[in-house]
C-alpha cells in the first residue's frame, strides 16, 4: 500500500416529466381504450475525483412506459392494472473526461419490463408481479413480488439474476 487518498462522485440532474392520458378509440360500438403514457427525460452533469485527478461529463436518461387498467378491457370488478415500461440509462454513451486526453465512456444501459398490480378485496391491500430485463454489458432477468397491505406493510421477493432477494 502506498497510503490512503479519497474518492468523491457527485451529480447535478435536470429532469423533465410528462403524464399524457389518451384514449384509443378502435371504432367498436363504444370502445375506447383509456391509457396513461408517462415520459421523462433526465439531463445530468457529473463530477468524480480520485486522488489528484478530477474529471467531469453530461449525459442523459429516457425513460417512458404505457398503463392499462384491465377492468377496461373485461369487467368492472376486475381491480387490476398491467403496465409496460422502459428506461434507457446513459442513452449518450455518458462521457467523463478526465483531462490530457483521458476519457472514460460510461455504456448505455437498456432496461424494460413490465408490471401486474392486482387490488385484493377487503382491505386496502394488492399483490404485484414484475418482470424487468437489462443489458449494459450482458442480459439480466429481474423477476419479483409484492404483497402490500393498507400501503403501510409490505412483502416483497423475488430474483436478481440467479439470486434471490427478499
Known amino acids: 500500500p502506498r497510503g490512503v487518498f479519497g474518492a468523491n462522485e457527485s451529480a447535478i440532474f435536470l429532469t423533465f416529466a410528462k403524464l399524457n392520458r389518451v384514449s384509443l378509440d378502435f371504432?367498436?360500438?363504444y370502445f375506447q381504450l383509456p391509457l396513461e403514457i408517462p415520459f421523462g427525460v433526465n439531463l445530468k452533469v457529473i463530477n468524480q475525483s480520485m486522488k489528484d485527478a478530477k474529471g467531469s461529463g453530461i449525459g442523459a436518461d429516457v425513460g417512458g412506459q404505457i398503463r392499462v387498467r384491465m377492468s377496461v378491457l373485461f369487467w368492472d370488478k376486475w381491480k387490476?392494472?398491467?403496465?409496460?415500461?422502459?428506461?434507457?440509462q446513459d442513452v449518450t454513451r455518458t462521457a467523463v473526461d478526465w483531462g490530457e486526453n483521458n476519457k472514460d465512456a460510461i455504456p448505455?444501459?437498456?432496461r424494460q419490463g413490465f408490471s401486474f398490480t392486482q387490488k385484493?378485496?377487503?382491505?386496502?391491500?394488492?399483490?404485484?408481479v414484475a418482470y424487468e430485463g437489462e443489458n449494459r454489458w450482458e442480459y439480466v432477468h429481474h423477476l419479483g413480488a409484492e404483497y402490500r397491505f393498507e400501503n403501510v406493510l409490505a412483502l416483497r421477493g423475488g430474483l436478481w439474476g440467479s439470486e434471490w432477494t427478499a
Open 27 to 29: 371504432g367498436w360500438s
Open 80 to 88: 387490476a392494472s398491467f403496465a409496460w415500461g422502459f428506461n434507457w
Open 108 to 110: 448505455p444501459n437498456f
Open 120 to 128: 385484493l378485496p377487503g382491505r386496502d391491500s394488492r399483490i404485484t
